[in-house]
């Protein structure tokens, strides 16, 4: 009963020996920092096709980019990275390294959802707009590139910051392809020092201290754009 | 081919080159609903030409085609005697679309101010991208052109800022920046308010005497009676009467005309 309330019984904290292995961390926050930008980055360029496919006039494109969004969108992340590792190989009959599939994974899942994102974007703009730059003589790709586009940007954006900090956490499930990211190179460093609590605290704060100045910036932005407004 | 037809076909095209827009045939469907139902219309340099008519009549769809906003269902279409294609592009002795809009001038309902542009961006934006003017001449013509609708001061404001009236007086200079052969305007003054439609049919009517070629979709009887030099009736996508503002609005010859123009006077 006294096992709990007395003082000397309860979990000593050692940071220190967690801190040996501080290298590894930074690692994986690299690893992690890497996998976010590569993945958002090419994310955002299937985000884009996809979302020019849902709005284009052909039918096929329109079907072919909603199936794309809703497989990735409707199945968890994790399955599609296990999937992409063990099971794609054996249909193309090739081995695709960790790296890869992982990378493709997550930049196929954030463009499914940044799709939807960017089309809505788009569809948000009154068509007032579209009329008024044709109007004036420009074409159809340069009244989306100067007139809609720029409009259409901040009304994505606080959508686009949102899912991007969501991306950052989902690198984590690059750890069951044994892919060297923060989550992974904490699992690395708990089974080295059995320090379980204090190495999982350490990536946490990790975590914040990334994407903490990210949400403050969507916040701050969204405010801004509301008294714009 | 005998030599009176001949003849015939020199006369037709110079008839027809004249003419800034000629249309033959016009009609246009959405979907099931054929909303114009074979329009011919004659454009003539330097005419004002109105177009009265009840709500649902096609005055707006008739104007929208003129500047290819809206794609003709079948029909023909020459711009100073060319024939207009519905591609962007000119090619093979047609205009095409993109040209057509650069010369033919247009201003909303709902003014569609780019509003992510201050007043003079919004006016330089056509010249700069289409007519790929540098920054230098685009702005100083806009300046003329803000200077000539009475908003010089506002040149740095954004749309928000402006009021209806200050709105659609931008619009028309952005569409003038152009430097556009014909300007429609598509019911320019509906969506404001009562004391500001004065300072809107102002420059219009400015833009009238000066000799720009212009037409006109409008509810404003009193105004259209006195800058057209033409009125055409539109009812249920047909030209049911036209003739001199005097002839057409003072006396009507069809009833539908005579109870649509009372329902204005009162």
């Known amino acids: 009963m006294a096992y709990v309330s007395t003082g000397e019984k309860m979990y000593h904290w050692d940071f220190y020996t967690v801190a040996q292995s501080f290298d590894l961390f930074l690692l994986g926050l690299w690893t992690t920092f890497l996998y976010t930008v590569g993945s958002i980055s090419i994310g955002i360029v299937f985000g884009l096709l996809a979302a020019f496919a849902r709005l284009s006039n052909w039918m096929a494109l329109r079907i072919l980019a909603r199936t794309y969004q809703e497989v990735f969108r409707c199945t968890p992340l994790l399955v599609q990275i296990m999937w992409a590792y063990y099971a794609l190989p054996l249909i ?17 899942y954030v463009g499914s959802f940044y799709g939807e994102i960017f089309r809505g974007g788009i569809n948000a703009i009154d068509k007032g707009q579209r009329e008024a730059a044709l109007a004036v003589g420009m074409s159809g790709p340069q009244a989306m590139r100067h007139i809609i586009m720029p409009q259409a940007v901040k009304k ?3 959508a686009f910051i949102n899912q991007s900090v969501i991306q950052v956490k989902n690198t984590s499930l690059l750890y069951a392809i044994s892919i060297a990211e923060l989550t992974y190179m904490t ?9 379980p609590m204090e190495a999982y605290t350490v990536a946490a704060i990790m975590y914040f201290a990334l994407l903490f100045p990210l949400t403050q910036f969507a916040d701050y932005f969204e405010r801004r754009m509301r008294r714009s407004d | ?26 009609t246009k469907s959405f979907g099931a609903l054929q909303v114009l139902k074979g329009i011919d219309l004659d454009l003539p340099a330097g005419e004002v030409l109105a177009i009265i008519g009840p709500s649902g009549s096609g005055k707006s769809t008739l104007i929208r085609c003129l500047n290819m906003m809206e794609i003709l269902t079948t029909g023909s279409f020459s711009f100073r005697g060319s024939p207009v294609s519905t591609d962007f592009r000119d090619k093979k002795g047609h205009i095409g679309a993109g040209t057509l809009r650069g010369k033919v001038g247009m201003c ?21 991208i289409v007519l790929k003017e540098d920054k230098a001449t685009a702005e100083n013509h806009a300046r003329e052109l803000l200077e000539k609708v009475g908003l010089l001061d506002k040149c740095d404001s954004f749309p928000s800022q402006l009021s209806g009236g200050q709105k659609q007086r931008v619009a028309i200079a952005r569409a003038l920046a ?13 969506a404001l308010d ?4 004065g300072e809107v049919l102002e420059v219009v009517r400015e833009l009238a005497e000066a000799g720009m070629t212009m037409v006109l979709v409008t509810h404003e009887m009193a105004f259209a009676a006195q800058v057209a030099d033409r009125v055409i009736f539109i009812d249920q996508g047909v030209i049911a009467e036209e003739g001199p503002p005097e002839q057409v609005m003072v006396n009507p010859k069809s009833d539908r005309l005579k109870s649509f123009l009372t329902r204005f006077n009162g």
């Open chain 1, 92 to 108: 193309l009959g090739i081995a695709i390294p960790n790296y890869i599939a992982g990378l493709m994974m997550l930049s196929l």
């Open chain 1, 156 to 158: 994505m954006l606080p």
């Open chain 1, 187 to 195: 699992y690395v460093v708990n089974g080295e020092t059995y320090r």
């Open chain 2, 1 to 26: 081919m005998t030599e009176p037809n001949a003849i015939d076909e020199d006369k037709k095209m110079t008839d027809t080159q004249d003419h800034i827009i000629s249309v033959r045939g016009l």
């Open chain 2, 108 to 128: 909303f309902q709902h003014f569609n101010l780019f509003p992510h542009l201050t007043v003079i961006d919004n006016v330089t934006k056509g010249p700069m």
């Open chain 2, 178 to 190: 152009m430097r556009p052969d014909v300007m429609l305007f598509d019911e320019v003054t509906s």
């Open chain 2, 194 to 197: 009562p004391e500001l439609v």
